[in-house]
């Protein structure tokens, strides 16, 4: 042996382990994470189902009506052009599918982060384990879990959600902790003085007050899904990013780039719309969400009469 | 003891990790604040507090930021736990008391201000005041009803649907007051309600309150940092110094006769004019002359002064039934207007 390049040699093979382990793993247990993918399955094939077979129009003017009851006609206005421009793209069908992996990865991502950030604003030891996982979840490049994925939970959309949700859930769990962990002490002592207990005080007080942090985490989790949606592609997950790939693959310049557009309006669309979710009433001037934008129109209209 | 609404028996807190520990140690050894520091890295934030209100009384607890005032108003309620000693409240005893019965006090008993007003900035008005009925699951309607009777008290009554951040400082703190007083407690537990204040607003509140609490018949507990105001508005004070109560006695008793250092430095500038009676520094008459000025023994010595400003023989003071039964000289009446 050549004791000047004693690093030609393996000498911890732990990729080989590793190996072993997942195949071990899949032989043994696969059936728990065919189990876990039920949830998604069904929220997935829900909205998919929803999204895609109604008619286009009625989709627009409903995604249209929501964002301009969230934030306002000009809202409205930049998703009706937005939503016109990919349909007239011909992408109107693929960005539908993306649409549903993003809002069920939302769904899971609130459902869990949420809960999981209460308890660590809470309890500080289990914010100080948890905290070296998200980061974890964070900075492994998704290159590497798409190999465990696969071979747990197979390929296709589920498996992209399941893929988006790992690395979309640290936001909304960060700064849900963040937002309870900011809220005024004086606020929560005088829920205490006049008699609320632990869980009074936490959905009466602490979780309204902290509502625009973990809005804003509930942004980013959307923001960081959407970004996934390309690389989730490779484990042929369908949709915009599908398209993107398969420019690239077939050097189709043209359809990457309608893939590439559809993925920016769509963006532009929920990102405006779910931060204009978090300003808060009081930044609003105090008006009732059912007072202003579309529903404010019709109640008006009703109360002309 | 049946009369005292409030009674605090030898309450201790000692802050860390080994409270109990830092609180033997103090007991058998007479420890100071710095040594428990040292020895356990333990706080005291309160040391041996004694004291009882009378119902119906406003009992102030005067102190510098950090003297532990705010933690030991916080035992009555039990918003912080205390390492040693009994709290009752209202016949009750606090300290030893589970949490629903914790809950039924602080909801029902004992309402409280805040220094910052802590009103909920997302809840209405009538939200904020009827906070402490809701979650003890009083009807929507009724909550109202003591809402609207609250705010009204507070000249408040057309704000009920509107939030804090549209009022001023000033009417923020009336809603605070609103929210202690809407469950119709005994008890008013106030930590600096006035110091966030401007001046004259303050002012306003503090006669506002006077008013209020002479009507309702509340007992309370209220913190000030300020000697005037607490001069102002108790029937006794505590003086509180690094955790410890100092002195407790009437306004008149801390000014005219402070026991220490401490409180001599506090009382320095305080205006006697008002606050000083003929009985505290008359001298006995003892056979001597009685003059044609003549005060009563509750005569303030800014009256006793108006005496002299003609000339400066001695004032007799007269007993409430008749005799003369001392007198002021005029060196008498500047030593205590100097204090």
Known sequence: MDIWNIFDTEWVPIGGWVETALQWVVTHFRFIFQAIKVPFDIVLTGLEDGLTQAPDLLILLLIVLVAWQAGGRRLGLISLACMTGIGLMGAWEESMTTLSIVLTCVVFCSLIGIPLGVVAAKNDRFWMVLQPVLDLMQTIPSFVYLVPIVMLFSIGNVSGVIVTFIYALPPVVRLTNLGIRQVREDMVEAARAFGASNRQTLFKVELPLAMPTIMAGVNQTIMMALSMVVVSSMISVTGLGQMVLRGIGRLDMGLATVGGLGIVFLAIVIDRTSQSFGISARERGHRKWYETGPAGAVRALIKKD | ?339
């Open chain 2, 1 to 339: 003891m049946s009369e005292a609404q409030i009674e605090c028996r030898d309450l201790w807190k000692v802050y860390g990790r080994r409270s109990d520990e830092a609180m033997r140690a103090v007991l058998s050894e007479g420890l100071s604040k710095e040594e428990v520091r040292d020895r356990f890295n333990c706080v005291l934030g309160v040391r041996d507090a004694s004291f009882s209100v009378k119902k119906g009384e406003i009992f102030c607890i005067m102190g510098l930021s950090g003297s532990g005032k705010s933690t030991l108003v916080r035992h009555v309620n039990r918003l912080i736990e205390p390492t040693a000693g009994e709290i009752h409240v209202a016949g009750q005893r606090v300290d030893t008391m589970n949490e629903a019965g914790l809950r039924q006090l602080r909801a029902k008993t004992i309402g409280m201000v805040f220094q910052h007003m802590a009103l909920w900035p997302h809840r209405t008005l009538g939200d904020n005041v009827g906070f402490g009925l809701e979650v003890r699951g009083v009807s929507a309607n009724q909550r109202r009803e003591a809402s609207v009777r609250a705010l009204e008290a507070m000249d408040l009554g057309g704000w009920i649907d509107h939030y804090p951040d549209q009022l001023s400082g000033g009417m923020q703190q009336r809603v605070g007051l609103a929210r202690a007083l809407a469950a119709d407690p005994e008890i008013l537990l106030m930590d600096e309600p006035f110091s966030a204040l401007d001046p004259l607003i303050r002012r306003q509140l503090q006669d506002q309150f006077l008013n209020l609490s002479a009507q309702m018949d509340k007992t309370t507990l209220f913190i000030t940092h300020d000697l005037d105001e607490a001069i102002r508005m108790g029937d006794h004070i505590a003086i509180m110094n690094d955790g410890e109560i100092v002195q407790i006695g009437t306004p008149e008793e801390i000014v005219t006769n402070p026991k220490d250092g401490y409180v001599a430095e506090f009382v320095k500038g305080i205006s006697r004019v008002a606050l000083v009676r003929a009985e505290t520094i008359m001298d006995r008459l003892d056979g001597r002359e009685v003059t044609a000025k003549q005060v009563g023994l509750g005569a303030e010595l800014g009256d006793i002064i108006e005496h002299f400003m003609e000339d400066q023989s001695p004032v007799t003071v007269m007993s409430p039934d008749g005799p003369p039964v001392g007198q002021i000289t005029i060196k008498a009446a500047l030593t205590a207007l100097r204090g």
